[in-house]
C-alpha cells in the first residue's frame, strides 16, 4: 500500500507540473498582458505599466519567466490577486471550504441515489419500472446542470418559489445569523446547502445511475449470481451481497472519473445559488481578467481532481480482494 | 455502410434519436420560414414578458422580443456551434490519437502524459482559463476554444484503438510487404477507428451544446444579441422569477436535442456491442 | 420405492427474436435414491437446461412451459412458490457447476460463501457456521483448512475451487446432488480426483446423484444409469451397462465409436458429422436425422417416440419399430 501510495503521488507532482506548464503556455499565448487588456490600467501612463510589468517580471526572457513560476509554484506562491489585492492562495483557501461542502454533499446525492436506481433497474431490466427510470435518467442526463437549478429556485425557493420553503442564495442567513444558537446555524446551514447539493448531485446521479445499471446487467447474468440463488439464498441477499457487491467495483471507477465533472458543475450551480464557493471566484475572476486568480484556480482543480482519482484506487484496492491481495 | 445503415436503423434508441435530432435540426434550419417573428425584433416596452399565448406561444423577453422565435434561431447558434466544435475537436483528437498510437515511444508517453494531465482540469475551468485570457469571443472563437479543449477523450480513444489494431496480423502482413506508412493508416487503422468515433462524437455533440449553454451563461459565451439557447437562460435572477418562460423554454429544448443525441449515440453503441443491450 | 426425483414432461422454451425454442422438449426421467443418472449429449444438447430446470435456475427468457419435478416428499418444484423452493435449493437439492471460477464470488471469501449456505438453512451463529465451514473444507481434502476458510477464490487453484463448492453443496446434507460437467473446466489429473471425491461423498451421504456431461469415460465409470440426451429430448435412457454393451439409438452408437477404447485397436476416432443445430433450428421430426448414418424415408417424415426397445430400455428411433433386431 505504501508503494502504491508512493507511485501515485509521484504521479500526481507529474500531472500538476504538466498543468502548471500548461497554463504558463495558455497565458503567453494569451494577446497582451494584464496591462493592456485590464480597464483598471486602461488609463494608466506607459511608464506605470512598464514599471509595473518589470515588477511582475513580465519583461524577463520566457525560460526564465517559467521557472520562476515553477519555483513560486513549488513554495505555494500562486502570485497576486488582482482584483482582490492579495494572494492568489489566500483567495483561493477562502473559498475552497464551502466549494468541499457542495461537493461533498452533491457526491452523496450523487452516488446513494445513484446506484440505488441504477441497481434497482439493473435487477430488474425490461420492467415497466426500469423503463421509466430509464427515461427520467436519460432526461436527468441531458439537462444543463444550471437550468436544473433555476427550475428549483421556481419551485423551492423561500419567497419567491412557488412552495417557497428553501432557502436559495449564499451558504447561510446573512443578517440574523450570529443571533442564532450553535444548533440553529448548523440547521441555517444545512438548509442553504440543500437546493445547491441537490441540483449538482441530481445531475450527477443520472449518469451514475445509467452506469450502475449497465454494470449492475453484467454482473447479474454471472455463474455466481446462479450459484447464490442454488444456494437458496433470499433474492434480496442474491441481488445486495451478491450482485451489487460486485456490480460496485466499476462505479468506484466512476467516482474517480466524476470529479472534473463535479467541479465543472459546482462552478455553475456556485453561480445560481449564490454560494460562496472556488467555482464563484473563478469566474468573477474571468469576467475581471483576474488572470493569476483563474490559473491558480485551475491548478487547484486539477489538484482536487487527482485526490479524487488517488481515493478511487484506493477505495478499490479495500473492496476487490483480487487487486489488494496482488502486491 | 448500407448494411451498417439499416442495423441502426432497427436499433429502437437510435431512431427516437435521430427524429429528435431531425426534427429540431429541420426546425432550426429553417428557423428564417418557421419562425413567427424576426428573433432580435424588439416589440417593444408593452409586449415585454408576455406569457405565453396564441400570439406568442412561448412568450416574449424583457425587450418584448418573440421567445419562440429566438428559440428556434438559438437552436441554430446551438447546433452549428456544436457541429463545427465536434468536427474540429474529432479531427484534432483522431490525428493526435493516431499519431501515438502508430508513433508509440517517447511521442506516445509525451501526449498521453499531457493529455492525462489536460484531463485532470475540469472542463469548465480549462474554458474560464482560456475565455478569461483572450478577451471577448465571437462565434468562430468560441467554436474553436471549444474544439481545442474536446479532444483529449477522443484522442485517447483512437489511441487504444490503434494499439489493439498494431497488433494484428494483416498490419504486420501490409507491413512486411513494404506499404507505406499512410497507406497503413488510411486503410487499415483509420477503418477500425471510425465506429468509435462516431459513437464519441455523437455523445460529444450533446456535451458540447450543454457546455455552450453553461458558457453563455455565466457571460462567456455567445454575445448578445445573438441568441443562443444558452444565453437566453442567462437573463438573471429577476427575469427568471419575473417571466420564467424566457428560461424554461429553451431550457426545455436544449434537454430534448441532447436526449435526441444520446440516444442516437446509445444505439449506435449498442449496434456495435450487442451486450450492453 | 418412491424415487428422490419423479420428472415428467419437463419442457423448458425460450422466447427469442426467431421465435420459441424448446431447449428441453418432454423430458421425462426418475432418479431413485442412492442412484447415480447420467445425462449426456454434445454440448447444446439441453442436458445443462435441463439440470438447471430441476431447481427452476433457467434464467430469462427461459422458463418451464410444462411438465413436473417431484421430489421424494411429494411436492412438486415447478408449483412452489419462491419461498418454499428457496427451502429445497441447498437443502435438499444442491447443485455444483462446470466453471468453479465463475461460480464462486469473486469477492466472498470460501468460508463466508460455505457458512451463507448454512445461515440461509440452519439457526446457526456466525461461530458455528464458521467452524463447520472449516469441517465441510476439511472433509472435501483441502489442507490446512482453518487457514483457507479466509481465502478469497482467486488465492485458489481450480481444482480447490471445485472442492469449496462441493463442500458448499453438501453443507445442509442435501438429498440429491445435481453436477453439472463438475471436472470439464479442470486439469486431466485433478478431474480424475474431483470425480473420486464426489462419488465417495454421495456414498457417505447417501445422496442420489445427476451427473450431467459429455464424457462416455466419465458417464462408465460413475453412473448406474444414463439417458442420452440429442435436441432437447431423451432419446435413450437405459442402465449404463446395458448402453454400453445393447445401444439402441444411432445416436448413441455414434457416441460410442467416437470414444477411444483400449480393448480393441482403433485406426482413427470415427466423429459425427455435422454439429448440434441451435435450439430455434430443430430439423423436423426425427431431430438426430440430418446427420444419421442410418437414415430412412420415415425420419423426416414422423417424430418417433420414446419406445420400450426390453426391460428398462427406452429409445427414440423408427429403426426400433419398424423392424426390431434388424440392426445390430
Given amino acids: ?327 | 455502410m448500407n448494411s451498417t445503415l439499416s442495423v441502426l436503423f432497427t436499433n429502437r434508441r437510435w431512431r427516437y434519436g435521430l427524429a429528435l435530432v431531425a426534427l429540431f435540426a429541420g426546425l432550426a434550419a429553417l428557423a428564417h420560414w418557421v419562425a413567427p417573428y424576426d428573433p432580435t425584433a424588439q416589440l417593444g416596452l408593452s409586449e415585454q414578458w408576455r406569457p405565453p399565448s396564441a400570439a406568442h406561444p412561448f412568450g416574449t423577453d424583457l425587450y418584448g422580443r418573440d421567445v419562440l422565435s429566438r428559440v428556434l434561431y438559438g437552436a441554430r447558434v446551438s447546433l452549428v456551434i456544436a457541429v463545427l466544435s465536434v468536427f474540429l475537436s474529432i479531427s484534432i483528437g483522431t490525428s493526435v490519437g493516431l499519431a501515438a498510437g502508430y508513433c508509440g515511444g517517447v511521442v506516445d508517453t509525451l501526449t498521453m502524459r499531457t493529455v492525462d494531465a489536460a484531463l485532470a482540469i475540469p472542463r469548465v475551468f480549462l474554458l474560464l482559463l482560456v475565455l478569461g485570457l483572450w478577451y471577448g469571443v465571437d462565434v468562430i472563437g468560441l467554436v474553436i476554444i471549444l474544439g481545442v479543449t474536446s479532444w483529449f477523450g477522443v484522442s485517447r480513444i483512437v489511441r487504444a484503438e490503434v494499439m489493439a489494431v498494431r497488433e494484428r496480423e494483416y498490419m504486420l502482413a501490409a507491413r512486411s510487404l513494404g506499404v507505406g506508412h499512410g497507406r497503413i493508416l488510411l486503410h487499415h487503422v483509420l477503418p477500425n477507428v471510425l465506429a468509435p468515433v462516431t459513437v464519441a462524437a455523437t455523445l460529444g455533440m450533446g456535451q458540447i451544446i450543454l457546455i455552450e449553454a453553461g458558457l453563455s451563461f455565466l457571460g462567456l459565451g455567445v454575445q448578445e444579441p445573438t441568441a443562443s439557447l444558452g444565453r437566453m437562460m442567462s437573463a438573471g435572477g429577476g427575469e427568471l422569477l419575473a417571466a420564467p418562460w424566457t428560461t424554461v423554454f429553451p431550457g426545455i429544448v436544449v434537454i430534448l436535442i441532447v436526449i435526441g443525441f444520446s440516444l442516437m449515440g446509445d444505439g449506435f453503441r449498442d449496434t456495435l456491442d450487442p451486450r450492453t443491450r | ?328
Fill in chain 1, 1 to 327: 500500500m505504501a508503494r502504491f501510495l508512493a507511485g501515485r503521488l509521484i504521479q500526481a507532482i507529474a500531472i500538476v507540473f504538466v498543468v502548471a506548464s500548461l497554463t504558463f503556455i495558455l497565458f503567453r499565448l494569451a494577446p497582451g498582458d494584464p496591462f493592456s487588456t485590464m480597464s483598471d490600467f486602461s488609463s494608466a501612463s506607459e511608464e506605470f505599466k512598464d514599471q509595473a510589468r518589470r515588477n511582475l517580471g513580465l519583461d524577463q526572457p520566457l525560460h526564465t519567466q517559467y521557472f520562476k513560476y515553477l519555483a513560486n509554484l513549488v513554495r505555494g506562491d500562486l502570485g497576486m490577486s488582482f482584483s482582490e489585492h492579495r494572494p492568489v492562495l489566500e483567495s483561493i483557501g477562502a473559498r475552497i471550504p464551502a466549494t468541499i461542502v457542495l461537493a461533498a454533499a452533491a457526491l452523496l446525492v450523487d452516488f446513494l441515489l445513484g446506484i440505488f436506481v441504477g441497481a434497482h433497474q439493473g435487477a430488474h431490466t425490461g420492467s415497466k419500472g426500469d423503463d421509466a427510470l430509464s427515461v427520467l435518467t436519460l432526461t436527468l442526463y441531458s439537462v444543463p446542470v444550471f437550468w436544473l437549478g433555476m427550475m428549483f429556485v421556481l419551485l423551492f425557493a423561500s419567497n419567491v418559489g412557488l412552495l417557497g420553503i428553501l432557502p436559495a442564495t449564499g451558504a447561510k442567513t446573512t443578517a440574523m445569523y450570529e443571533h442564532l444558537t450553535p444548533f440553529g446555524q448548523m440547521w441555517d446551514r444545512i438548509k442553504h446547502l440543500i437546493l445547491p447539493a441537490m441540483t449538482l448531485g441530481l445531475a450527477g446521479a443520472a449518469g451514475t445511475a445509467r452506469y450502475q445499471r449497465a454494470a449492475m446487467l453484467e454482473v447479474i447474468r454471472q455463474d455466481f449470481v446462479r450459484t447464490a440463488r442454488a444456494k437458496g439464498l433470499r433474492e434480496r441477499t442474491v441481488l445486495f451481497r451478491h450482485a451489487l457487491r460486485n456490480a460496485l467495483l466499476p462505479v468506484i471507477t466512476l467516482f474517480g472519473l466524476s470529479f472534473p465533472i463535479l467541479l465543472s458543475g459546482a462552478v455553475l450551480v456556485e453561480v445560481v445559488f449564490n454560494w460562496p464557493g472556488l467555482g464563484r471566484l473563478v469566474v468573477d475572476s474571468a469576467l475581471a481578467r483576474d488572470y493569476n486568480v483563474v490559473t491558480g484556480a485551475a491548478i487547484v482543480a486539477a489538484i482536487m481532481v487527482v485526490i479524487g482519482n488517488t481515493i478511487a484506487d484506493i477505495l478499490y484496492r479495500i473492496v476487490d480482494p483480487r487487486v489488494r491481495l496482488e502486491s
Fill in chain 3, 1 to 328: 420405492m418412491n424415487p428422490a426425483l419423479r420428472v415428467r414432461h419437463l419442457t423448458t422454451s425460450f422466447a427469442t427474436e426467431h421465435g420459441t425454442a424448446r431447449a428441453v422438449d418432454d423430458v421425462s426421467f426418475d432418479l431413485m435414491p442412492g442412484e447415480t443418472l447420467g445425462i449426456v449429449g454434445e454440448s447444446g444438447s439441453g442436458k445443462t437446461v435441463t439440470a438447471l430446470s430441476i431447481l427452476r435456475l433457467v434464467d430469462k427468457p427461459g422458463q418451464i412451459s410444462d411438465g413436473s419435478i417431484v421430489e421424494y416428499a411429494g411436492k412438486n418444484l415447478v408449483q412452489l412458490s419462491s419461498r418454499e423452493l428457496r427451502q429445497i435449493r441447498g437443502a435438499e437439492i444442491a447443485m455444483i457447476f462446470q466453471e468453479p471460477a465463475t461460480s464462486l464470488n469473486p469477492v466472498l471469501t470460501a468460508g463466508t460463501q460455505i457458512a451463507e449456505t448454512l445461515r440461509a438453512h440452519q439457526t446457526i451463529t456466525r461461530k458455528a457456521a464458521r467452524d463447520r465451514a472449516i469441517e465441510l473444507l476439511q472433509l472435501v481434502g483441502i489442507p490446512d483448512p482453518s487457514k483457507r476458510v479466509d481465502d478469497y477464490p482467486h488465492q485458489l487453484s481450480g481444482g480447490m475451487q471445485q472442492r469449496v463448492m462441493i463442500a458448499m453443496a453438501l453443507s445442509c446434507n442435501p438429498k440429491i446432488l445435481i453436477a453439472d460437467e463438475p471436472t470439464t473446466a479442470l486439469d486431466v489429473t485433478i478431474q480424475a480426483q474431483i470425480l473420486e471425491l464426489v462419488t465417495d461423498l454421495k456414498q457417505q451421504f447417501g445422496m442420489a446423484m445427476i451427473l450431467i456431461t459429455h464424457d462416455l469415460g466419465i458417464v462408465a465409470g460413475v453412473t448406474d444409469r444414463v439417458a442420452v440426451m440429442y435436441g432437447g429430448q431423451i432419446v435413450e435412457q437405459t442402465t449404463t451397462q446395458r448402453l454400453f454393451l445393447e445401444p439402441a439409438h444411432p445416436y448413441t452408437k455414434a457416441l460410442l465409436r467416437a470414444v477411444p477404447r483400449l480393448d480393441r485397436p482403433v485406426d482413427r476416432l470415427e466423429t459425427i458429422p455435422g454439429a448440434v443445430p441451435p435450439a430455434t433450428a430443430w430439423p423436423a421430426a426425427c431431430r438426430f436425422h440430418p446427420r444419421c448414418p442410418q437414415l430412412m424415408d420415415r425420419c423426416s417424415a414422423d417424430p418417433p417416440t420414446l419406445t420400450q426397445t426390453s426391460e428398462d430400455h427406452l429409445a427414440r428411433c423408427w429403426l426400433l419399430s419398424e423392424c426390431p433386431g434388424s440392426e445390430k
